[in-house]
């Protein structure tokens, strides 16, 4: 400890412990001290009452009975170390009239005394010095308590200016609080509902997922059954007694063959097929063959009903009752099982062709081989080996493709049987779709936020727990104008104003949903409202609909297509959107397809990928025309060609300015008009490249504005980004009520009317 400076607490409480201890030690040895001063008192008192009764003894008896008796008196207090004498013991001593013991008892007293005394001053001494040092640690005490004390109430100042300054910094944090929360309370706020929407929409196409393989796992089990049950009915002793005369090995090896087929067609799928099994054999019986809703009804009236808890269990059990809710998912009942025949047929098309060109290379065949005779020498009967031998080929695929027919054509009169119990004339199309800004309940006619239901063709919305059971029909389409990308192609008619409550169109290749089934349309997805933040006092807009795409003049995006459909409108820079031919397929091969051998172990629903066959081209809807230079198409709306190629032009099909329509292999696109020409005026093999038309892009005229307060646009949207006293130029004021259609410096797109002012 050095002094002079602040005491730290540890060296205070050092301090306070050493004079704490002096303290005690000083209590103890005045408790000594005056103990022992009782004790020489009460001795010097018993002394002199010893030596007044020595006195009065030496007067009674003889001489050294009394000097006898105080040797021992004396000797028994010899154990005492200060005696306090007075003068009149020793003058009564000396003048009883024995000087030589009065002389010996002086001394020895006097001996006693002096030691007394000197006791008594180390006494003292101690006493005055004990005294002086209690004072000086008082003293250091109270000046250390001093010095504490000061120490102490300098924290406590600093305590309180800390406090001063936290409160001072917690009201200034405050009132910045306050002054951005509405703004950053709105952007947090968008961004855990954009995070919330990922998240549904993931879980809603995980549930979608699981649905799809549910019903694909039941229809494969009805499908498994009608197949064997159709099978069992295809006659095929015709086409046996036809063969005949060809070679009985032959009609073996056939027979054996379609034994075979039919027994792999029970097992098309090896999944499949154990589920199936496993079902049978937890019910307690693996006759597939049985009358199963009967056998099911009879083993569920024997108490077997504890079973039901098994999903595979409940998938039969509700087949046998009649009950379809576990083939088909709530909302979209005869939309799924639709489309589902609407693959089937898609499905049959292309393998009824197959077996129809297949009957007739096999009638063709059968003709070659009674041409050919058995005994015509060495080469007809190589010929006729080579016949029979793709007349086997044949028969085989035949076979395959008959197969394949039945299990088509029994999963679609399964569906339509279904779709006859819940089908109504003119149903409505309903999909899930999300409603932020809040849409009213057909139904129960209360506020729709968040997920709902919406038909596609009324737009009739509704919760996803209400039911249309008491209008289940739809009223038709209604008619809505177009949005500003479609009126801004050239060409295009402008449409009329809107109404308040209308809203911007979505083409459905932008902002789209994917319904559950992929061959079904897209549908338009319902927008999310702008949530940036605006400056205060500005008037919130009415958000209209945005889409994903953004769409500039320097930058133009490509019009995006689904599988089945694509979008009628164009964006702004002018691309014309190509429509989608009725049939995409593999160009039609001149010779017949058989496809995989059965006898290979290729399966019979492997031979599926060889039944495709493409559309055939009506050459009297238009005319066909010759490549002259190669082209690269950019995106899928366009088609690439090469020098010499043929192509397609329909008559009926759209054109623009510097470019056709065409058609080769299957696929449409466009390509340069340049590029091409008649076979007849064509006139070598043509230069190697060509300069692409110009696309032209439209010249935006309007009014001009003056902004008035920052907006901030979503990314990725057609609503634009504006600063304060930034000049716009208004191109369209009809787009939506509180959205007008600008253009700031090279980008187009929608800005709030109440956030400008036109000049």
């Not at 499949?272 to 199963?292: Q, T």
């Amino acid at each position: 400890m050095t002094f002079g400076t602040q005491l730290t607490p540890i060296e205070v409480g050092s301090i306070n412990g050493h004079v704490e201890a002096g303290i005690e030690l000083y209590k103890v040895l005045k408790g000594a001290i005056e103990q022992r001063i009782q004790i020489e008192s009460e001795f010097s008192k018993k002394l002199e009452g010893l030596a007044k009764k020595t006195k009065s003894d030496l007067v009674k008896l003889n001489e050294s009975q009394a000097f006898g008796d105080l040797d021992l008196e004396f000797a028994k207090a010899s154990d005492f170390s200060e005696i306090d004498l007075g003068g009149p013991l020793l003058d009564s001593v000396a003048g009883g009239g024995i000087p030589s013991l009065g002389l010996a008892l002086s001394a020895w007293t006097k001996q006693i005394w002096d030691e007394a005394q000197g006791r008594r001053l180390l006494i003292d001494d101690l006493k005055s010095n004990i005294v002086d040092k209690l004072s000086v640690n008082h003293k250091f005490l109270d000046t250390l308590r001093e010095e504490n004390m000061k120490c102490h109430r300098d924290l406590l100042s600093k305590r309180d200016a800390v406090y001063e300054q936290k409160d001072s910094t917690r009201a200034e944090y405050n009132a910045i609080k306050d002054e951005f929360s509405k703004s950053r309370d709105k952007q947090l706020r968008a961004e855990n509902e954009k995070k919330q929407d990922r998240y549904q929409k993931k879980a809603q196409n995980q549930a979608s997922q699981r649905d799809r393989m549910k019903n694909y796992y039941i229809l494969a089990v009805n499908t498994a059954n009608a197949v064997k049950n159709c099978t069992n009915e295809v006659s095929f002793p015709a086409i046996m007694d036809n063969m005949y005369n060809i070679n009985m090995t032959q009609i073996s090896n056939i027979r054996s063959l379609l034994m075979s087929a039919t027994k792999k067609q029970n097992d098309f799928s090896q999944h499949i097929s154990k589920r199936f099994d496993e079902v049978f054999e937890r019910l307690g019986s693996a006759n597939a063959e049985g009358d199963i809703q009967t056998w099911i009804q009879k083993r569920i009236d024997e108490g077997i009903s504890k079973q039901e808890d098994d999903p595979d269990f409940r998938v039969v059990l509700d087949q046998s009752r009649g009950d379809h809710d576990g083939l088909i998912t709530e909302g979209c009942e005869e939309r799924i099982l639709t489309n589902m025949v609407v693959e089937s047929r898609i499905k049959l098309e292309p393998i009824r062709e197959e077996i129809e060109d297949l009957e007739a290379y096999i009638s063709r065949g059968r003709a070659e081989l009674e041409r050919v005779g058995f005994d015509d020498g060495e080469d007809e009967g190589v010929q006729r080996s080579d016949a029979v031998q793709d007349l086997d080929k044949a028969l085989r695929s035949l076979a395959a493709a008959k197969l394949e027919e039945a299990k088509w054509l029994s999963r679609q009169t399964f569906i339509e049987n279904i779709l006859g119990e819940i089908r109504v004339d003119n149903p409505h199309d309903l999909k899930k779709e999300s409603f932020v800004l809040g849409s009213t309940c057909a139904v129960c006619e209360k506020t729709v936020r968040g997920d709902g239901l919406k038909c596609t063709v009324c737009e009739v919305k509704l919760h996803t727990s209400c039911k249309l059971d008491n209008d289940p029909e739809c009223s038709g389409a209604v008619e809505k104008p177009r949005g500003f990308l479609a009126r801004t192609f050239k060409g295009r008619k402008k449409t009329h104003k809107r109404e308040p409550s209308s809203e911007l169109s979505v083409s459905s290749g932008m902002a789209s949903k994917v319904s559950l089934n992929d061959n079904s349309p897209h549908s338009a997805s319902p927008s999310y409202a702008n949530r940036s933040s605006t400056e205060v006092g500005a008037p919130p807009p009415v958000m209209p609909r945005k889409s994903l795409s953004s769409s500039t003049f320097g930058a133009p995006a490509l019009p995006v297509r689904s599988n089945t459909q694509r979008s009628t409108a164009s964006h702004i820079t002018g691309h014309p959107v190509v429509p989608v031919p009725s049939r995409a397929s593999k160009p039609r091969s001149r010779s017949p397809s058989f496809g995989p051998s059965v006898g290979n172990g290729g399966g019979i629903i492997a031979t599926t990928a060889g039944f495709g066959l493409p559309p055939r081209i009506d050459e009297s809807s238009g005319k066909w025309m010759e490549v002259i230079s190669d082209y690269q198409g950019e995106g899928e709306d366009y088609l690439s060609v090469r020098i010499g190629d043929r192509v397609f032009i329909p008559d009926d099909g759209e054109s623009w300015p510097g470019w056709v329509l065409a058609e080769m292999n299957g696929k449409r696109g466009l390509v340069p008009e340049d590029y091409i020409s008649s076979p007849q005026s064509t006139s070598g093999p043509g230069i190697t490249s060509r300069p692409l038309p110009s696309q032209p892009i439209p010249r935006a005229t309007g009014s001009p504005a003056r902004v008035l307060y920052d907006y901030t646009g979503d990314p990725g949207s057609d609503v634009l980004t504006i600063k304060q006293n930034q000049e716009i130029l208004v191109t369209d004021q009809n787009v939506g009520s509180g959205w007008v259609e600008a253009k700031v410096g090279s980008s187009t797109g929608l800005v709030p009317e109440s956030y400008i002012q036109y000049l």
